[in-house]
């Protein structure tokens, strides 16, 4: 007989001859033994108390606490150690229990191999563009200079450019009494909301790769913004930072961290006939898209919609055709773009107003086809492209569910369907989200 314990994996089982021997031991013992309860001496010290996970062993456990079964089973007054289930509470003997540990320290910003050294801030410089120049996050040069205000730094000033990772940030300064993100790791293409509140008066600000946080409150004390995730931006750690304004002037600033993880975004080559390919001329897709990139940008400061988006289809004819985030190449092009919008199929079928809002552009254009652009306010507008007609004059309010056209294959496209694209802050995001969840 061996005297010491050779663990032998099999597959995922362990085998442990001197354990089974134990265990048959035990087992005859209990059934010898009628007072179970004879085994609950109270431990003398706090034990660890495991809770069972789906896919757990009772030797599993045993091994990873370096214990025998026939110990867990004799600590937990158990009598068939096959007998275990996922939520089970066993305590595990001599194996003491953690002492409380100091709440988590929050995630560390973007650990990027910096240049430690410092800058002068020269005339014309932002923050951003020196943080850009430095492949820094603004955030960490916000929190490497205690800088109270980002928008606000004086040429000649030196900033430190930090080095590695930084100090987290830490408690919220005040005014700011929470700052919470809808996700505080998301994936490319969705829409991000922030939520603020306040301990006293106070406007704030914020932004987030470059695009300015424009807050609104929500009718009880707490402020919102929305912000988009672009679909191509790198996975990676990004701060957020939000300045609050008292009324005297005196601002705090917080910088807020979220995670960008990688979108499950499928992969496509498109190859277009040569008639096509010359809509392709970048001098007419530019044209095109800095007229909408202008159209985009432009503010309503309050939101028009509430509530989750529809469908710009009716129920009984939604067929999509091409999701949102798909990568594609056009013609075997080096360059990788995504699709900006969900496609549903159709020819003739009609197209409502998902949400509330104004009818900003109703005209054809050379590459999107007879186009539809609603402006919901804060820099949210939903884009209707391919349309065989258009019902809807520019300048139109509309209600959700209201007639705009009726899909068709105007414009660039290989077939009648409609393209429907939701831009925040120019970004294009996942549409379908804002069908799923009412946002904020
Ligand atoms: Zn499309």
Known sequence: MRLKCTHTFRGNHMICSQ??????????????????????????????????????????????????????????????????????????????APTPTPPPTPTPLLQLPLSGTQHTVQPGETLYSIAQTYGVPVGNLVLANSLPNPDVIQ?????????????????????FESVSLSESTIIQGRTLTVYVSLAEPATVSGSFEGQPLIFNSDGTGGLWAITAVHALLQPNSYPIILTATRPDGSTASHVEPVSVIEGPYGFEAIQLDDTRSQLLNPQTLAAERDMLVNLW?????????????????????????????????????????????????????????????????????????????????????????????????????????????????????????????????????NPLQWVRESIP
């Open 155 to 175: 040429v000649g000033q030196t900033l430190n450019i930090p080095i590695g990772p930084l100090p987290t940030p830490g408690a919220l300064p005040p005014p």
């Open 297 to 429: 940008t432009q503010v309503t400061p309050r939101p028009r919609w509430s509530g989750p988006f529809w469908y710009p289809i009716a129920g009984n004819d939604v067929r999509i055709t091409s999701y949102f985030g798909t990568r594609r190449t056009y013609n075997n092009s080096d360059e990788l773009s995504f699709h900006a919008g969900t496609d549903f199929g159709g020819s003739g079928t009609p197209i409502y107003a998902p949400a509330a809002g104004r009818v900003v552009l109703a005209r054809p254009l050379t590459v999107r086809g007879n186009a539809v652009v609603i402006d919901h306010g804060l820099r949210l507008y939903s884009n209707y492209w391919h349309q065989s007609q258009i019902v809807v004059t520019e300048g139109q309010e509309v209600q959700q569910g209201d007639l705009i056209g009726y899909v068709g294959g105007t414009g660039l496209v290989t077939g009648p369907h409609l393209h429907w694209e939701v831009r925040l802050n120019g970004i294009a995001v």
């Open 19 to 96: 354990n089974i021997i134990k265990l048959t031991i035990f087992l005859l013992a209990i059934a010898l033994w009628p007072a179970p309860a004879a085994l609950a001496a109270p431990p003398p010290n706090p034990e660890l108390v495991y809770t069972v996970q789906p896919g757990d062993t009772l030797m599993g456990i045993a091994f990873k606490y370096n214990l025998s079964p026939l110990e867990i089973l004799q600590a937990n007054h158990l009598f068939n150690p096959s007998l275990i289930f996922p939520g089970q509470k066993l305590t595990l003997p001599g194996v003491p």
